[in-house]
Each structure stands twice: as structure tokens, then as C-alpha cells.
């Protein structure tokens, strides 16, 4: 079965600190990789999207893929409270048919202290 | 501003009573998808329309429907809701396939009674 993991938390950061959120994935085919943000009751909200091996960056976000690993993360600098919410790490997964659509992790629960 | 709307924002229906909720977009994006989201757990995707071409996903139950009328609309229809079916819908679009990012809508919050 394929599979997106997250450590769920809570993952709880001081304020101006750097936020370390990691995903492991399943399928060593996998080519797209999303970081989505889901404030409670609301709906995600596309982060970064890395496709190629190495970082990423945008503003206080670090994107970083690593396909041989099958792991990606995603780096928050500058921590503020606002960025506390849950991180759905999005993975497209493939089968022989060709893509078999983005297959969500449950989220790390990140918690900035003031 | 380009974007995903979704309506109502919450609904409230009876066990077994028919309810639809819509999707628009003005992202002239060529894929829209349904997802099914529960307290604490992740997106689950129900299906998606690639332009007019419609595609299940294989453990959506049949009690889930979809209508892509135009472009720029989607629908999904849950002909008799029960109570597990309590959940935030969520609609998102893509320019093209899966490998595109994804924009979602605000979503539908579905309370079933």
C-alpha cells in the first residue's frame, strides 16, 4: 500500500526558532511533492511544491527532497506564531497505470510558543 | 482574484435526505477534484474530473455523485447521507494532472443528523 508518514505531534517550537517538519514516503517512483498548511476547520493551503532533489526556497520556507531517502521536509525559520497549524506533507503516487493521485499524510500538529 | 469557491459554507442535513454541494472555480483550470476530510485525519480523495472525463476512485461508495456541468462548476451529490458521512468536503483544482499543485477551496463543513 502506499503510503505518506508524518510524525503527528505535537511538535512544539519556541518563537525565532527554525520548525523541523519531516515525511516519509512509500513509493521510490514518486516524482511530486507538496507541503500543505490546514489551520484548524480550515481548508490546506499550498505551501511548496519540490520536484527535484535538494532545497528549495521561499521567504521563511526550505523545501528539501531527497528521492534515493524517499524522504522530504520542510524547514520554518523566523518561527512565528502564526505558523502554528497542521502540515500535510502530499506525495503524487504512481501504480503501472500511470498517477494515482496525491496521497496526503495526516499532518504534523506544529505549536509556536510565544 | 483567481480562485475556488465552495457552497454553503456549512450544511446541515437529515439522515437520508439528498444534499449537493457545489464548486466553482475562475482558475480555468482543467481538473477538479472532491476530497473527504475527518477530524484529525488526512484528505481522502473521492474522485476527479479531468476536463469532461470522469474518474472514481475505487472505494468511493456508490452513495457519492459528481456532476461537472462546465468548466468552471462541479457538484457533488451524496444521495443518502449518514452519519459517517459527517465530514469537511473539500474541492481543489488543477491546471492539468496530479503532478500540478492543487488549490482547494474553503471547503463545505457537512453536519449530519
Known amino acids: 500500500q502506499k503510503e505518506v508518514e508524518q510524525n503527528s505531534g505535537p511538535l512544539s517550537v519556541p518563537e525565532g526558532a527554525i520548525a523541523s517538519l519531516n515525511c516519509t514516503y512509500s513509493d521510490r517512483g514518486s516524482q511530486s511533492f507538496f507541503w500543505y498548511r490546514q489551520y484548524s476547520g480550515k481548508s490546506p493551503e499550498l505551501i511548496m511544491s519540490i520536484y527535484s532533489n535538494g532545497d528549495k526556497e521561499d521567504g521563511r520556507f526550505t523545501a528539501q527532497l531527497n528521492k534515493a531517502s524517499q524522504y522530504v521536509s520542510l524547514l520554518i525559520r523566523d518561527s512565528q506564531p502564526s505558523d502554528s497549524a497542521t502540515y500535510l506533507c502530499?506525495?503524487?503516487?504512481?501504480?503501472?497505470?500511470?498517477?494515482?493521485?496525491?496521497?496526503f499524510g495526516k499532518g504534523t500538529h506544529l505549536i509556536i510558543q510565544p | 482574484d483567481a480562485m475556488v469557491i465552495q457552497n454553503p459554507r456549512y450544511q446541515v442535513t437529515q439522515f437520508g435526505k439528498p444534499v449537493t454541494l457545489s464548486c466553482s472555480q475562475t482558475l480555468n483550470h482543467n481538473v477538479m477534484y472532491w476530497y473527504q476530510q475527518k477530524s484529525s485525519q488526512a484528505p481522502k480523495l473521492l474522485f476527479h474530473?479531468?476536463?469532461?472525463?470522469?474518474?472514481n476512485e475505487a472505494d468511493t461508495p456508490d452513495n457519492f455523485q459528481s456532476r461537472r456541468p462546465n468548466t468552471s462548476f462541479c457538484f457533488l451529490d451524496i444521495r443518502s447521507p449518514g452519519l459517517g458521512d459527517a465530514a469537511m468536503y473539500l474541492c481543489?483544482?488543477?491546471?492539468?494532472?496530479?503532478?500540478?499543485?492543487?488549490?482547494f477551496g474553503p471547503g463545505t463543513r457537512l453536519t449530519v443528523l
Open positions: 502530499a506525495v503524487v503516487m504512481y501504480s503501472g497505470g500511470g498517477a494515482d493521485g496525491l496521497t
Open positions: 481543489a483544482t488543477s491546471r492539468t494532472g496530479y503532478f500540478n499543485e492543487q488549490f
Open positions: 474530473y479531468y476536463d469532461k472525463d470522469f474518474n
